[in-house]
C-alpha cells in the first residue's frame, strides 16, 4: 500500500454527488489509518472493535460497520489476514481477528496459518 490506493466506499444511502465526494476521501482516511495500524503493529491481531477503540479518538470514531468495510477491503487486496482467534465482545458475540499480512509485503500471498 505504499502506492496511492482506490479505496471502495459503498454509497448505500444515495448520497448526492457533492456528498458523496466527502464520503470517499473520509473512507479513504479511515482505511490509510487502519492499514498503517496493522502494519505497525504486526504480528499482533484485533478485532474490528479493537480496531475502533485503538485507531479513532473517541469522538472521532466511525462506526464499527466502516471499521469492517476497510478491513474487508484491506482484507481482499491482499494487505490483512483474517485468523481463526476470535474475541467475545460486544453484545457477547465471538469477533475474528485480522493481522497485517507479512507475505503481501514481500510479494508472495499465502494464507495464514493461525
Known sequence: MEKQQHFDFYNTINDPP????????????????I???????YPM??????????????DKQPPVTSVR???????KMGYLVKTEKKKSEVYGKDNYKWKYNEQKSTGNSGSDSE
Not at 18 to 25: E, P, R, S, T, W
Not at 45 to 58: I, M, N, R, W
Open 18 to 33: 457533492d456528498q458523496l465526494i466527502i464520503d470517499k476521501k473520509n473512507a479513504n482516511s479511515q482505511q490509510s489509518k
Open 35 to 41: 492499514y498503517t495500524f496493522f502494519r505497525r503493529n
Open 45 to 58: 491481531a484485533f478485532t474490528p472493535f479493537d480496531v475502533q477503540y485503538l485507531v479513532f479518538e473517541k
Open 69 to 75: 468495510r476497510a478491513i474487508t477491503n484491506l482484507t
